[in-house]
């Protein structure tokens, strides 16, 4: 029995029962590769009960009270901060977080239960006026009726989190496939913290599943009315693709590409502490991360000098000693890759003045000067603790090179001008941008999602509610209209 064996069942219907799949899954530490637990996966017949569950609690669901429903998810962020010290504890086996991480996780987690508790009394039926005589119109804010929720491995709890609580907020039925190697953090207890809150049995189903087994069974079925998908760019297109072909709607949070601009102007030290700390949380395994950091090259050897000595002071390791900043990646094919295009960005000119030790899945912080924006470093989005700083003569050929991307979801500029700032961020095709900060930000109720490959759609606040409901108009006509027949 391992110290995670009670998350070895799938939930469906509001019952914990193993999965009809032949096959297992193990979950691993992706630190010791420690196995915590494994798991008998979800069949394609699990995934219809699972939708079935939720179509069917969902009626009830609906027709619950605004008071009832936001009582349930508040009680929700109640037992999630009751048990923090056991989900950190799981975050940092199962993902590799540091405790800072960890902890963060949990509070960006409950501060959006807290938010999404507000919505169902947002649910309002609007009247707007008529050209036809004695017509009343009415136009409803109604739930979808269920939700598909997809997440990743790198913020599980949050990120399954910010679509579950907003869809169950507004009276959908929830069916979650969290990523297989963080299906505890990013399913199956989100499952447990709803069930000890009292959400009715089948709204809210978690089921482990491997893609390769089912297919695209979990978003073609005909149930669900919205797909909800974090992820990477390529699979996100799959699953747009899908939703498209079966008319279902689709709200997708894709990889990306931050900048951070640090101008001529920018107060260095400041700039460069926000610098190391959106490039290497969570060993940069973050879709918000800073992947390339631009400076205006009158600074540039300043920047560089400072950066490195902040670096310097970052501790790796075990991610379950709490001084450690940087823990392990979430595998060895991901080491395997960012290393080639380290090795390969160095071949076409890039310096490296810092490359530290590699073992089995922990990588110490790189990093690689006079970048450019056609390296393979800087191309793509690395998921890794490799910092890219690019020098550039201008701020119109920073706006420039910021743009010269295939994603836009965060970023952030540096200077000491903060309207100027403010300027700057308008002019880069971003979903979010953040002036005199880091890229990683997360508030519940400003408008989360990005640009161009990205991502369409957008999470947190009132945002939510457009993402997760459908409108109705119907019409009332109160008086006799003539028709000439």
Known sequence: MTKFSQWSNQYIGGEWRKGQSQSENSNQNPFDHSELVKIQLAS???????????????????????????????????VLENRREEIVQILIAETGSSFAKANAEVDFSI???????????????????????????????????????????????????????????????????PGLQTFISGGLFIAKIFEEAGLPKGVLN?????????????????????????????????????????????????????????????????????AVFGKFLHQGQICMALNRIIVDRKIYDKFVQVFKEKTQLIKSGNPA???????????????????????????????????????????????????????????????????????????????RIANDSEYGLSGSIFTGDLEHGVEVALQIQTGMIHVNDQSVNCESNVPFGGEKSSGVGRYGGHWSLDEFTTTRWVSVQKENRPFPF
């Open 321 to 399: 000693d709490p001084e450690v900043f940087v823990g392990p990646l979430i595998s060895k094919n991901q080491l395997e890759q960012v290393q080639e295009w380290i090795d390969e960005s160095i071949r076409e000119g890039a310096v490296c003045i810092q490359r530290g030790n590699v073992t089995g899945t922990l990588m110490e912080p790189v990093i690689l000067t006079n970048v450019t924006n056609d390296m393979a470093i800087a191309k793509n989005e690395q998921f890794a603790p490799v910092a890219a700083i690019l020098p550039v003569d201008s701020e119109a050929e920073a706006i």
């Open 44 to 78: 394609v017949e699990d995934i219809d009960a699972a939708y079935q569950s939720a179509a069917k609690a969902q009626k009830s669901w609906q027709k619950s009270s605004p008071e009832t429903r936001s009582a349930i998810l508040k009680k929700a962020a109640e």
């Open 111 to 177: 501060a959006d239960i807290n938010e999404f508790a507000e919505l169902p009394f947002q649910m309002e039926t609007s009247v707007v006026s008529s050209v036809i005589p004695g017509k009343e119109n009415r136009v409803y804010r109604l739930p979808v009726g269920v939700v598909g929720v997809i997440s990743p491995f790198n913020f599980p709890l949050y990120l399954s989190m910010r679509a579950i609580a907003p869809a169950l907020a507004v009276g959908n039925g929830v069916v979650v496939k």
């Open 206 to 274: 978690a089921v482990v599943a491997s893609s390769s087994e089912i297919g695209d069974v979990f978003i073609e079925h005909p149930i669900p009315k919205v797909i909800s998908f974090t992820g990477s760019t390529a699979v996100g297109k799959r699953v747009g693709e899908i939703c498209g072909k079966h008319f279902k709607r689709v709200a997708l949070e894709l990889g990306g590409n931050n900048v951070m601009i640090v101008l001529e102007d920018a107060d260095i030290n400041q700039a460069a502490s926000a």
